[in-house]
């Protein structure tokens, strides 16, 4: 029966919440949103921390946040020939079909990062004070000192442990 608990583990989730913390901490001082770095360590745990997925989730993020200020734009022309519905509708069926037909030749920009980031900047773009242009630059700044983070992390514990 394997362990369930192992040195390893403990010392890397010790670690990886003072992270966190720390981040946090630093980003309410800062008054700014951490959702965008935190979805980018989600994700980059998601693909078991594989750093060939990095740039995916990072520039698909930044597609997907910039896509909900594309699709303001969108629905704010077309509004007055279909109606703010219809219009934000299209908008997202050309924003998925797009991820369809192109997340084989510009994987990086059209992928289900995209989407996702997509999906989270629009609910979030409904609170007060939204910033999509500061997300992107959590996104990409935080959310790669995020993986930078992780990374470090599991070195130090491999140091430390010495696995």
Partial sequence: MEKVFTKRSLLFGFLLVA??????????????????????????FVVHEDTKQAP???????????????????VDALNPLMGHETAKL?????????????????PYVFNS???????????????????????MGVELVIGGIFILGILGINRLVSAILRD
């Fill in 19 to 44: 992270f966190i913390i720390v981040f946090e901490i630093i980003m309410a001082r800062m008054a700014l949103a951490a959702w965008p770095a935190f979805m980018v360590m989600i994700f980059f």
């Fill in 56 to 74: 995916g989730i990072l520039i698909g993020g930044l597609a997907g946040i910039l896509c909900v200020m594309l699709c303001g734009m969108f």
């Fill in 90 to 106: 299209i908008f997202i069926g050309l924003f998925v079909y797009a991820i369809v037909l192109l997340k084989d030749a510009i």
């Fill in 113 to 135: 990062y995209a989407f996702m980031f997509f999906l989270v900047s629009a609910i979030a773009k409904q609170t007060p004070n939204a910033n999509p242009y500061i997300w």
